[in-house]
């Protein structure tokens, strides 16, 4: 019968909805009735019957023979949709636990493409809760304001370093102000750290841009690490007094090469000479070293 394919579909086997529904229909069977109406093999129909009275589908009235009638339809459907409940509660459970357990694994995913990178970055200033820091550049941030106001709007503290002109009202911001600033960097690296918890990492590229989401401590932490690097150097040199509100590529580099003597950093200790080097190469450094 094709309607005892839904007491199957309700954790019924199929022997179990054929005694069912022939006691449902007959009221009360000894084994013999039961295995004779319901067309289960005398073999197998008291094995099939002892397991429904266990579960209580049906109830033993012992005796020479023993008959057997059935739980009221009503009861057994209250009852099918109390464990089918209770087990969707403990299945919900389960799946949080182990989704929770996912997405503190340390895995690294690769972005290529620049519209994925803020298709993403967008996704986890939604996500935050607490705290953004990002290391940005006027292009991306462009693409970014809407999601980071919204984050301000919800409470989230903000704070953004760049070396460009980045205005945004209600989060804390360190720039440099740097005019021309495509005169300085032979990249455009962005760091966006969420929560303390994750981090998008990566260089845009004009041809392509390769952009890293992470959860991996070790890596969120040297992404902190260096956002909270920079802005040490941007406030010892506000401090000093180096810059002004406005500056040139040059103005900067000048700088550098002066912090570079005062504090005895050379070519093999600093990134800033990544910069510098390319400076040289490209003849804008008026203040080169030999």
């Known amino acids: 019968m094709d309607d005892l394919l839904y007491l199957e579909k309700l954790g019924f086997s199929t022997n179990e909805a054929k005694i069912y529904t022939t006691l449902l229909k007959h009221k009360m069977l000894n084994g013999y009735e039961i295995s004779k109406y319901s ?34 339809y009503e009861k057994l459907i209250e009852q099918i949709k109390r464990e089918t409940e209770a087990n ?49 550049w006027q292009k991306e941030f462009s693409f970014l304001h809407d999601s980071l106001n919204r984050a ?3 409470g989230v503290k903000v704070y953004l370093f760049s070396f460009e002109q980045i205005p945004l009202q209600g989060a804390t911001v360190f720039s440099y102000r740097i005019c021309d600033i495509d005169n300085l960097f032979p ?3 962005t760091a966006l750290i969420i929560d303390n918890q994750q981090a998008l990492i990566g260089e ?33 040199i506000e401090k000093k007094a180096l810059l002004g509100q406005k500056n040139t590529s040059k103005e900067f580099l000048s700088v550098m090469d002066r912090l570079a003597d005062e504090l005895g950093i050379d070519a093999n ?22």
């Open 187 to 189: 990249y455009r690296r």
């Open 269 to 290: 200790m600093t990134k800033n000479m990544q910069v510098f080097n390319y400076q040289r190469e490209r003849g804008d450094h008026n203040g080169d070293k030999t």
């Open 39 to 72: 067309g289960v093999i005398r073999a197998s129909v008291y094995d099939v019957l002892n397991r429904m009275v266990n579960r209580g589908t049906i109830f033993k009235i012992d005796g020479e023979p023993a008959y057997y009638r059935p739980l009221e």
């Open 152 to 154: 301000i709007g919800r």
């Open 88 to 136: 969707l509660e403990k299945a919900q459970a389960l799946f949080q636990s182990i989704s929770s357990e996912e997405m503190q694994e340390d895995y690294v995913l690769n972005i290529v493409g620049f519209e994925k990178f803020i298709a993403k970055a967008k996704e986890l200033i939604d996500s935050a809760t607490q705290e953004i820091s990002l290391s940005v």
């Open 204 to 236: 845009s590229h004009i041809d392509r841009g390769i952009f890293t989401y992470t959860r991996n401590r070790s890596i969120v932490s040297l992404a902190t690490d260096e956002m909270v690097l920079n802005i040490f150097w941007y406030r010892y």
